[in-house]
């Protein structure tokens, strides 16, 4: 068989097995689609599927048909990471600047903290978790901010499941998650930090900011048919220079969104391209992430490590919640709800820790081990979050 051909299997793989696990299986209430997409990802890499029928495993995921899906799966994260950009509504958190400032504050500081605890930790037993090109303080940095991220689109995703996303608390949640991933991109700007290379950093924000400025005015006056096209030029632009730059081009996706208002697009429309982004070509960045796993530190040490990662993630993402809780004065319960909301992790932690692995700050086992975690914090969510909210409904609308 031929490139092509070879290539439409893999695309056939990927989009059959996790639909058919969902669907048949009914995993939908402990773990959504994308959740069972991410998993297939990691089976269909080279450390389960690769591992059972090596030869099976080359043929069919050789290089030619691997540099295809990648270009795929940079395309698709970067729309998808776009998409967090432009939903963040920094406006609504200015005007509940107070609450959302302490609980946000709390909600990231404190998994940071337990995270770079945890990656001491891991440090301390072996070498094997910190990449090639990475100082201490990155790596540390980079796996505490990688238990403190909370997964901004999947949040929407599992809120909608419950029924609260346009509820208040809805909306609250959403301000605490769109600070905190401000937050998340600016540490990743600061760790990706290159002083060989900061006169080309110091040349992108410079330039990135002019832009964006008259970016801004030339959307404003565009229709709004027109401004989604030239969204997907700016996006592949920004992308380009951010790493150009050094910053990686999921900075620059990122950002491009950011400067974007939501109120230049139809909601409905927004939530549909996220959705067709996610059911369309984001499985295959699923694939190309689980192709990036590694197991030689030993199946049970990644593991392990991924144990202690979530252990910092949630504990910590819940301690300052209730800190947070306690300093506003909110219900008893009403912090454990928003805590295992905020602990969320999956896509965006993903796509970190990808870039903190292409810049060999983390090994492979590592991403091994915070993928696994990620996953399992999704998973966890709307089997812990639903029964809460059924006892205590009257905290939904509560709008701070």
Aim: glycine content about 8%; aromatic content about 12%.
């Amino acid at each position: 068989m031929n490139t092509t051909e070879i290539f439409l299997i893999a695309m056939a793989i990927i989009f059959t097995v996790p639909f058919l696990i969902w669907r048949l299986g009914r995993t939908d209430y402990w773990a959504p689609l994308v959740v069972v997409q991410i998993i297939m990802g990691i089976v269909l890499g080279p450390g389960v599927l690769g591992a059972i029928f090596p030869e099976y495993y080359k043929y069919v995921f050789n290089q030619p048909v691997i540099q295809s899906l990648n270009g795929i799966a940079w395309w698709a994260v970067m729309v998808f990471v776009m998409i967090a950009g432009v939903e963040l509504d920094l406006k609504k958190t200015w005007a509940y600047k107070r609450e959302s400032g302490i609980t946000a504050g709390l909600a990231l500081g404190t998994p940071l903290l337990f995270g770079c605890g945890a990656a001491v930790f891991l440090l301390s037993f072996s070498e094997g978790w910190i990449g090639s090109k990475a100082l201490t303080w990155q790596f540390i940095l980079g796996v505490g901010m990688s238990c403190a991220v909370t997964a901004l689109p999947i949040l929407i995703l599992l809120m909608e499941k419950l029924n609260i996303l346009r509820q208040p608390i809805g909306q609250r949640i959403l301000r605490y998650a769109s600070l905190d991933d401000v937050a998340i991109w600016g540490v990743l700007a600061l760790i990706l930090l290159d002083w060989e290379r900061v006169g080309r950093q110091g040349m992108f924000l410079l330039g990135f900011a002019l832009a964006s400025y008259l970016f801004r005015k030339m959307m404003a006056a565009l229709k709004e048919s027109d401004r989604w096209y030239v969204s997907f030029i700016w996006l592949a632009v920004c992308g380009y220079f951010a790493d150009w730059s050094g910053l990686h081009f999921m900075v620059g996706a990122f950002l491009a969104g950011a400067v974007m208002d939501a109120e230049w697009f139809n909601q409905d429309d927004m939530d549909k391209l996220r959705h067709f982004v996610l059911m369309i070509v984001m499985p295959v960045f699923f694939l190309s992430t689980g192709l990036r796993t590694n197991w030689q530190v030993g199946g049970s040490t990644v593991f392990i490590a991924a144990a202690v990662l979530l252990v910092a993630s949630v504990a910590g993402k819940l301690a300052g919640i209730h800190a947070a809780g306690k300093i506003l004065r909110w219900e008893k319960g009403e912090a454990s709800i928003v805590g295992w909301l905020l602990q969320t992790k999956a896509l965006i932690m993903i796509i970190f820790a990808n870039v903190l692995l292409d810049k060999q700050i983390i090994t492979s086992e590592t991403f091994t081990a915070l993928l696994i975690m990620a996953v399992a914090s999704t998973m966890l969510t709307i089997p812990v979050v639903a029964p809460k909210l059924q006892k205590m409904k009257e905290i939904i609308f509560r709008s701070k």
